[in-house]
């Protein structure tokens, strides 16, 4: 039986997608959705989504809602080419050696190790006192936010409160582009976002990206994470980049980890009395991964060439293809990525 006609009489199947943020490496996660949009018998009922993967979260359910899956392919099409035409004339770019030699990274770019060097001296208070940020203009271009709050994806999006250190998690009616560019504020680059009377810094510090309102607000008890931020990394990084790059992959799979422990320790539970562990218990997590991922530097999450893109949403799709042959007949029935390693130590 052909893969299309297989797909197409498969029963009907709700899931819940967990999206990753991290810069252009967002475009990973946007050749994923685009495949696991082409499934008819997926239905995403809710997405949790942190920085960029909040911002591919948005831009889908806004064209879900207006044209169904081929509306939600075509927003993120559209999202994504905006983004790299407006870094066209960015001065992050890649030097000549790193193009001759097909390098993605921006660690020889003389502009970022100043502006890289600068953030370590200056807050973005000091060098971009105005707090302009050219996603804005994107996100308000691109996005109808009355339109969200009709969606029938629900759509849960993390921004860390800079004051108590806690996750916000807004909600469809709640999103603005304030709140997107909140849960995408690294801090070091941009002016805490302001949004009733809080400031808010990168959601990525309190969930990267949250699991709980999946649990607690979705019916599905499959959850498929398109994973950014590698959690392993062979070697020990030596150099200052590569160590802060490292210390930003730990620091922000933490929470996630610690929710994915949660589950892990609940279904070692014999029997759990209450509703709401036994819900985390039955979750059936699996994963969209790559290798390419490990292979990618903090320096190269700013680059947004329509090459490099392509590239990431290339091997997106390839990984959701790869992951649906893999463990598309586990999803339903059994979780596919193997949580009790994460136990090991505990």
């Known amino acids: 039986m052909l893969v299309a006609e297989k797909a197409m009489q498969r029963a009907p199947l709700r899931v819940d997608l967990a999206l990753q943020g991290g810069g252009a490496h967002g475009a990973f996660s946007w050749g994923a959705l ?3 949009l ?7 009922e809710g997405i949790s989504g942190t920085s960029a993967g909040a911002m591919n979260a948005a831009v889908m359910a806004h064209g879900y809602a207006a044209d169904g899956a081929a509306g939600a392919r075509e927003a993120l099409a559209a999202f994504w080419h905006k983004v790299s035409e407006a870094a066209r004339f960015s001065p992050f770019q890649r030097g000549p050696l790193d193009v001759l030699l097909g390098r993605w990274t921006l660690d020889h770019s003389p502009v970022f190790v100043a502006m890289d ?5 200056f807050s973005p208070y000091n060098l971009n006192p105005t707090g302009a940020n050219p996603l804005r203009a994107i996100l308000t271009e691109t996005i109808d936010f009355g339109r969200l709050s009709a969606s029938p994806i629900k759509l849960f999006v ?3 409160n800079v004051r108590t250190g ?6 469809n009616g709640e999103l603005t582009p304030d709140v997107l560019l909140a849960s995408a504020c690294l801090p070091t680059l941009f002016q805490a976002v302001e949004i009733d009377g809080e400031a808010y810094w990168d959601g990525g510090y309190a969930g990267n990206p949250t699991i709980t309102p999946l649990v607690r607000e979705c019916t599905s008890q499959d959850t498929i994470l398109v994973q950014i931020n590698p959690v392993e990394r062979p070697g020990t990084p030596r150099s200052a980049r590569e160590i802060l790059n490292r210390i930003n992959e730990v620091s922000f799979n933490a929470v996630l980890l610690k929710e994915l422990k949660m589950i892990a320790l609940l279904r070692k539970v014999a029997q759990v009395e209450d509703e709401e562990g036994a819900r985390w218990a039955s979750m059936r997590i699996h994963r969209v991964a790559s290798d390419t991922m490990t292979d990618l530097g903090y320096s190269s999450k700013l680059n947004a060439e329509w090459e490099f893109l392509t590239m990431l949403h290339n091997e997106g799709r390839r990984s959701a293809e790869a992951f649906l042959d893999a463990h598309g007949d586990d999803l339903g029935h059994r979780s596919s990525l193997d949580l009790d390693n994460l136990l090991e130590g505990v």
Do not use: K, Y
């Open 166 to 171: 806690r996750g916000r998690v807004f909600r």
């Open 38 to 44: 082409e499934e008819p018998w997926l239905i995403i």
């Open 158 to 160: 993390t921004a860390t």
């Open 117 to 121: 060097m600068m953030a370590r001296l």
């Open 34 to 36: 685009d495949r696991l």
